[in-house]
């Protein structure tokens, strides 16, 4: 709700000073695109890059888990 209040603020804000320089509303809107690509960059790469390097830890971890360096049989050929 907070949030929705400061926007509503700001969005005053910006609505009075663009009567005064028409220009602004240029400026915000690119600013607006520049955060939507963050935005977007994060949803499609960084989540896909969590989800990849989480299954190659696994994939590492079971797969030190499998090698064994000491064989598991009761012989030993040094006694």
């Known amino acids: 709700m907070a949030l929705v209040m400061v926007l509503g603020i700001a ?3 910006i609505g009075l000073v663009a009567v005064i320089l028409p220009d602004i509303i ?3 809107v690119v600013a607006q695109m520049f955060c939507a690509m963050i935005v977007l960059h994060y949803f499609t790469w960084g989540r896909w890059l969590t ?3 989480a299954q190659e830890t696994k994939a590492t971890e079971l797969a030190d888990e499998e090698v064994s360096p ?3 049989n009761d012989e030993f ?3």
Do not use: A, I
């Open 11 to 13: 969005g005053g804000l």
């Open 26 to 28: 240029g400026l915000v």
């Open 51 to 53: 989800r990849v390097t």
């Open 70 to 72: 000491v064989d598991d």
């Open 77 to 79: 050929p040094f006694e």
